[in-house]
């Protein structure tokens, strides 16, 4: 899941596996929600999007669940391939601030072969 | 189609030194940013444009100024560098503004202060 700091938490699955990310947010006020995949030297790479009328929201691979309750918010990555591993993170928004994106601390997914 | 465009990719300045950080987009975005990414942690946004015309601070400022040049370009300046300052500079855009949209990051400018 999220933390602050300068270490980055890390999930390490195997490959075929299924990989679930946890982010927590603090702002009631938040209605939009974003994961973006971020790999080695690159730019962060938008994979889904889930705003709060909604408690889930499929891809293709990927699933968010968005737990407005707990203020919780997870990303599922069916049968994982080496090319997920990198650095994900959660951001959110809101209403009259949609610009105003603020973004978690990521977690990195490491794929094992 | 390529997208967010940045220039430089790396750059190393010495305390004091300015320089400007440049950004374009192709898609016909209305809003524009700049972030920061420091290790071990979530993009720090630095400014933004909204529209064309328009910018305004983000949670990060000081020592950074903007210059919407059009509706294409966004640049980012440091009028006077310093080791803090040392980062990774993601410049993203968005189609919608004032609306929950998608943003798309440029590869980013490497920036060291000695």
């Known amino acids: 899941g999220e933390s602050v700091g300068l270490h980055l938490p890390t999930l390490s699955v195997q490959e075929g596996d299924n990989s679930i990310i946890n982010c927590a947010y603090s702002n009631s006020a938040s209605d939009y929600f974003i994961w973006y995949k971020q790999e080695s030297g690159k730019g962060p790479q938008f994979i889904i999007d889930?705003?709060?009328?909604?408690d889930k929201r499929q891809g293709q691979r990927v699933t968010v669940l968005l737990n407005k309750t707990v203020k919780h918010l997870s990303l599922q990555i069916a049968a994982t391939q080496p090319g997920d591993s990198a650095v994900y993170f959660c951001a959110e928004s809101h209403r009259g601030g949609y610009q105003k994106v603020t973004f978690g601390t990521g977690t990195k997914l490491q794929v094992i072969p | 189609n390529a997208g967010v465009t940045q220039t430089p990719k790396f750059q190393v300045l010495k305390t004091g030194q300015s320089m400007t950080l440049q950004c374009a987009q192709d898609m016909n975005h209305n809003s524009m940013y700049w972030y920061r990414q420091d290790p071990g942690m979530g993009l720090r946004l630095i400014y933004y444009s909204a529209s064309e015309g328009t910018t305004d601070k983000g949670e990060v400022p000081n020592g950074y100024n903007v210059s919407r040049l059009n509706k294409r370009e966004f640049s980012l300046r440091l009028e006077s560098a310093a080791p803090s300052q040392t980062s990774v500079y993601f410049c993203a855009s968005s189609a919608l503004s004032g609306y929950p949209d998608t943003q798309y990051f440029g590869p980013g400018t490497r920036l060291t202060v000695l």
């Open positions: 889930i705003r709060s009328n909604m």
